[in-house]
């Protein structure tokens, strides 16, 4: 079984930065492809980007030259980057592994960040 847990969430002033972290356990060797979604009140959880196996990263306009992926292998440990935060980031951030041919995709726990105007 593989769980995934969330950290790093708070309350930030707009203009503010937070960095999410991501920690991978249990049965799985290596994060291959991991992505982060956020869900805000009253709205579809939506993505927010996700890194590739060879640390590539791709994000939504809502967050691009904002948000910054990154991974550190010996850790287990996937981190969201969130700079210049605006009031429309807050809601839960949360992180996922898709589904691969031995497993169903996994979700994190969540973690909520809000940001005061």
């Known amino acids: 079984q593989v769980r995934l847990v969330e950290s790093g969430g708070g309350l930030v002033h707009s203009g503010g930065s937070l960095r999410l972290s991501c920690v991978a356990s249990?049965?799985?060797?290596?994060?291959?492809?991991m992505a982060w979604y956020r869900q805000a009140p009253g709205k579809e959880r939506e993505l927010i980007g996700f890194i590739t196996s060879n640390d590539g990263t791709v994000y939504a306009d809502s967050v691009k030259g904002r948000a910054i992926i990154s991974r550190d292998n010996t850790k287990m440990t996937v981190y969201l980057q969130m700079n210049s935060l605006k009031p429309e980031d807050t809601g839960v951030y949360y992180c996922k592994l898709p589904q691969t041919h031995s497993r169903d995709e996994i979700w994190g726990q969540g973690t909520q960040v809000t940001v005061s105007s």
């Open positions: 249990g049965m799985i060797t290596t994060i291959n492809v």
